[in-house]
């Protein structure tokens, strides 16, 4: 069982950036898929970024292309890093990290279906 805990998430202002954060509980020896959903109240959730075990590969979401960028590092336990930049109002959302084991280093997955492991979640509220 891989346990994820998120941080980083905050209020700021429509420009601001802000630097996610999300952690396994202990090193796996599994290889680990890593990605970012968000949910915005009322909607589903959705596909924000994914980067693949080996870090060759990144995904976004239209939306978010550009200004977001994912990273890993797996040094000691696997964290993964959403860097978000030009945050708008639209961007306030519960963000959700998610992992799923693999045995290729350059798959990703886009759908939630595609992970089994997931944080609790930061909320990124955004003001205008």
């Known amino acids: 069982q891989v346990q994820l805990g998120e941080s980083g998430g905050g209020l700021v202002q429509a420009g601001d950036s802000l630097r996610l954060s999300c952690a396994t509980s202990q090193r796996t020896f599994s290889m680990l898929v890593m990605a970012w959903f968000r949910q915005a109240p009322g909607k589903e959730r959705e596909f924000v970024a994914a980067?693949?075990?080996?870090?060759?590969?990144?995904?976004y979401a239209d939306s978010v292309k550009g200004r977001f960028t994912i990273s890993r590092d797996d040094t000691r336990n696997t964290v993964s890093v959403l860097q978000l930049s030009s945050l708008k109002p639209e961007d306030t959302a519960v963000y959700y990290c998610?992992?799923?084991?693999?045995?290729?280093?350059?798959?990703?997955?886009?759908?939630?279906?595609?992970?089994?492991?997931w944080g609790q979640g930061t909320q990124v509220t955004v003001s205008s």
């Open positions: 998610a992992a799923r084991p693999t045995s290729s280093a350059s798959y990703y997955g886009r759908d939630r279906s595609d992970y089994s492991y």
């Open positions: 980067i693949s075990w080996s870090g060759g590969n990144t995904g």
